[in-house]
């Protein structure tokens, strides 16, 4: 499981450190993709695998073919070298609008990557519409 917010930075070479509690659970590789909304998601590989099962299952012809359009073309492998570190693919960054500081957080099944601004202004919106929180 993937849990907690971090902030880290992308270097000029577009590799960001994961964070040191979620490399073990890439060892075996893991999908970098356009996320929902303004960000991108990183799956262990088997996850990855599941969830396309699961998204596509209840779809129409149709909408399976827009989803497999936006979300396949834009996805990458990703290993991580020595260091614990990633390379994002420059249209991924671009996507997410990624420049230097970035927020990693964890989401359960994956972890997302944010632009640091962007990640505060919505949790900020989070914090402000008072969603209740069964914990």
Request: proline share 4%; charged share 30%; glycine share 6%.
């Amino acid at each position: 499981m993937f849990l907690g917010e971090y902030e880290h930075n992308i270097d000029a070479k577009g590799r960001m450190a994961v964070p040191a509690k979620f490399r073990a659970q890439l060892d075996k590789g893991a999908v970098i993709s356009k996320g929902m909304g303004a960000c991108l998601s990183v799956y262990t590989m088997s996850r990855w695998e599941e969830k396309s099962n699961e998204l596509i299952a209840g779809m129409s012809s149709d909408d399976l073919r827009d989803f497999e359009r936006r979300i396949y073309p834009s996805a990458s492998e990703i290993e991580l070298d020595a260091q614990g570190r990633m390379v994002i693919p420059p249209r991924l960054r671009a996507y997410a609008k990624l420049a230097t500081e970035v927020t990693v957080a964890g989401v359960r099944d994956h972890f997302e990557i944010w632009n640091r601004a962007t990640w505060q202004e919505y949790q900020e919106k989070l914090d402000a519409e008072g969603s209740s929180i069964p914990f």
